[in-house]
């Protein structure tokens, strides 16, 4: 599952489902954008479901996707900035596991 951040024209979503995604989400701010990928994928027969979603709101990102395309949106400094939200927790591992490991394998 793809969820595209900022899709634009939609090329990365479009993309995503032609290639066999089993579901394909693309947001962005503008309704323009969204409405360029919503007639460009029912030209193509491909199922992409698009919404309006602001990464700079307080809203989560949609759940239940594997992978996130977010290349454009980077462009702008504010939404850069969010990037640190959109991933996903680090596990943290615990006391001295790195350096156990680092003498596994010395």
Same mark, same amino acid.
């Given at each position: 599952?793809?969820?595209?951040?900022? *899709?634009?024209? @939609?090329? #990365?979503?479009? %993309?995503?489902?032609?290639?066999?995604?089993?579901?394909?989400? +693309?947001?962005?701010?503008? /309704?323009? #954008?969204?409405?360029?990928?919503? =007639? &460009?994928?029912?030209?193509? =027969?491909?199922?992409?479901?698009?919404?309006?979603?602001?990464?700079? @709101?307080?809203?989560?990102? /949609?759940? @239940?996707?594997?992978?996130?395309? +977010? &290349?454009? %949106?980077?462009?702008? &400094?504010?939404?850069?900035? *969010?990037?640190?939200?959109?991933?996903? /927790?680090?596990?943290?591992? @615990?006391?001295?596991?790195?350096? +156990? &490991?680092?003498? #596994?394998?010395?």
């Amino acid at each position: 599952a793809v969820l595209e951040l900022g *899709c634009g024209n @939609g090329l #990365a979503a479009l %993309v995503a489902a032609a290639s066999g995604a089993r579901r394909v989400l +693309a947001t962005d701010v503008s /309704p323009r #954008a969204l409405d360029l990928t919503r =007639r &460009a994928a029912a030209e193509q =027969r491909l199922a992409v479901d698009v919404a309006a979603f602001d990464a700079r @709101g307080p809203e989560p990102l /949609p759940a @239940g996707f594997d992978l996130l395309v +977010a &290349a454009d %949106v980077l462009y702008d &400094a504010s939404l850069a900035l *969010c990037r640190r939200r959109w991933a996903p /927790p680090r596990r943290r591992r @615990g006391p001295g596991a790195g350096s +156990a &490991a680092r003498r #596994a394998g010395s």
